[in-house]
């Protein structure tokens, strides 16, 4: 009997507390390699971060990066249930202000590091009043 196992994101984006974008995401290659690795290296660094952008280029499997980073920072909450992984991150009024089209998680929490996932979706005006706040799961089924 063969075994597979699939990751699956999805993203919630609210503004000001309102739902503005629900999409799917793409898990990235380097991420799959970087938790293949994780079985048997100790080494590796968790996933500890969220950033947002603002390029509209296509999200890949071959992605390294976004395609132009406005922030990054250390999720807020955290949980994992069963083979669910939740995270969220809430960018307050005057952080990240921009028009954001992007978002990625990533192992380093200033820059670098590996991305896990990345999507792209239609642009969200975050002025410097609004707080933009991502809620993340990731399905490992």
Known sequence: MNE???LKGEIEILLNDKIVLEKKNVIVQV???FLASAIINSSTSP?????????????????TTLG???IRAAYTTSSVAANIVSLSKTFAAGVGT???TEAGIF????SGGTMLSHVVFSAIGKSANDSLT???????G
């Open 4 to 6: 597979t196992i699939n």
């Open 134 to 140: 991502i809620n993340w799961t990731i399905t490992v």
């Open 31 to 33: 991420g799959k390699n």
């Open 107 to 110: 192992n380093n929490a200033t």
């Open 68 to 70: 132009t980073e406005l």
């Open 98 to 100: 921009g028009t954001i």
């Open 47 to 63: 996933f500890i971060a969220i950033a947002i952008g603002t390029n509209s280029t296509p999200a890949g499997v071959g992605d």
